[in-house]
């Protein structure tokens, strides 16, 4: 029986690319996924292959904006639980933020525990790092060291059998912001909005204990208004601007007509028995991460998510967010 989890919205992939968007952005988009395809690298498997894939952790620097940090405990559980049966680790791009944190050591440092684990992984070659556009820094985009693990723009899984390919890549070459203008882009989230988030604006809680308890000031009655009001506006821009690069993407993977697993969007999607999209989601949002498994020749799209009961430590709950689809069902270009 298949379970959705209370408080995901899932994603469903658009089945056709409307006119209005931009032709420019378009060809841009195919240009670089194509581009991404043609040089990445290719890795075997079949129908006994275990592979898991986790995106959009943003590991921080362990400080109030760090959204990853609500979720590390939780997040090393399910690493631990794949390490343990066996499963491939593939890490979908924006594992951490270096637009926020100008130095990587200092990720490295708050995060050690991961990386220590990222390490056991690759020791067993079953790791593969995927970069997005929170990934890169010192003008790098086609390959990044993180702390002497190598992350690539993209990977191709190619059944040993089949042939059938799956294609792993961020998808912030479908958003233009995030990778013609990368540079641009990172320079206002780490002078303007990084600064803004330390005020308590955006997704990163504030004073929300004292509010709750009663203790409003005029002050935190005045930045509860604006915080609401920066919310809504923030979600209309973002939810139009993910339907924008799930459409620039599915218009390219229904042309090559290529499995295609991706992530950017924070929007966990598992493809119907149509369209080849997949998105793992992300591991930001309090209390739950989402992903996606491969196992037995089928693909499922899951949540790890974690509550604190009242007088016991810390309950962590694995829900399957969409029934598996089998893989045959869709077939890719060999």
């Known amino acids: 029986m298949t379970t959705i989890a209370e408080g995901i919205k899932l994603g469903t992939p658009p089945l056709q690319y409307p006119n209005p968007i931009q032709y420019d952005s378009r060809t841009f988009t195919h240009r670089r996924l194509t ?33 990853f940090a609500r979720n590390e405990k939780l997040f090393l559980h ?15 791009g924006d594992g951490d933020e270096l637009w926020h944190n100008r130095r990587f050591s200092n990720v490295r440092q708050a995060h050690g525990h991961v990386f220590d684990w990222l390490h056991e992984f690759d020791r ?15 003008g790098q985009r086609n390959a990044v060291e ?30 233009p912001k995030s990778d013609r203008f990368c540079a641009i882009s990172r320079l206002v989230v780490r002078h303007i909005w990084r600064p803004l988030r330390f005020l308590g604006f955006g997704t990163v809680p ?3 204990e ?27 821009i973002v ?35 149509g369209t080849p999209y997949f998105n793992a989601g992300s591991c930001v949002y309090p209390g739950y991460i989402t992903g996606l498994e491969i196992r037995d020749g089928e693909i499922a799209l899951i949540k790890w998510s974690s509550r604190s009961g009242h007088r016991g ?19 890719g270009p060999s």
């Open 35 to 67: 581009e991404v395809l043609e040089t990445a690298r290719e890795v075997p498997f079949d129908d006994s292959s275990r592979i898991v894939f986790f995106s959009d952790c943003h590991r921080g620097d362990n400080s109030r904006i760090d959204a």
């Open 78 to 92: 399910a690493l631990t639980h794949y390490y343990r049966e066996g499963f491939t680790y593939i890490e979908v």
């Open 124 to 138: 067993q070659n079953r790791l593969h790092l995927i970069l997005g556009n929170h990934d890169l820094h010192n």
């Open 146 to 175: 993180k702390d002497g693990i190598v992350a690539r723009e993209g990977l191709v899984l190619r059944h040993s059998r089949t042939g059938q390919r799956i294609f792993a890549v961020h998808g912030h070459q479908a958003d």
């Open 206 to 208: 504030g004073r929300r």
């Open 210 to 236: 004292d509010i709750q308890r009663g203790k409003m000031t005029d002050e935190d009655r005045v930045i509860k208004w604006l915080r609401a009001w920066e919310a809504r506006i923030e979600q209309r």
């Open 239 to 273: 939810k139009i601007s993910r339907e924008m690069i799930e459409r620039r993407i599915v218009d390219w993977l229904q042309s090559h007509w290529q499995i295609t697993i991706c992530g950017h969007t924070h929007r966990p999607v598992c493809a119907a028995h």
């Open 313 to 331: 430590p810390q309950r962590i709950r694995y829900t399957l967010l969409a029934p598996p689809r089998k893989l045959r069902l869709f077939i």
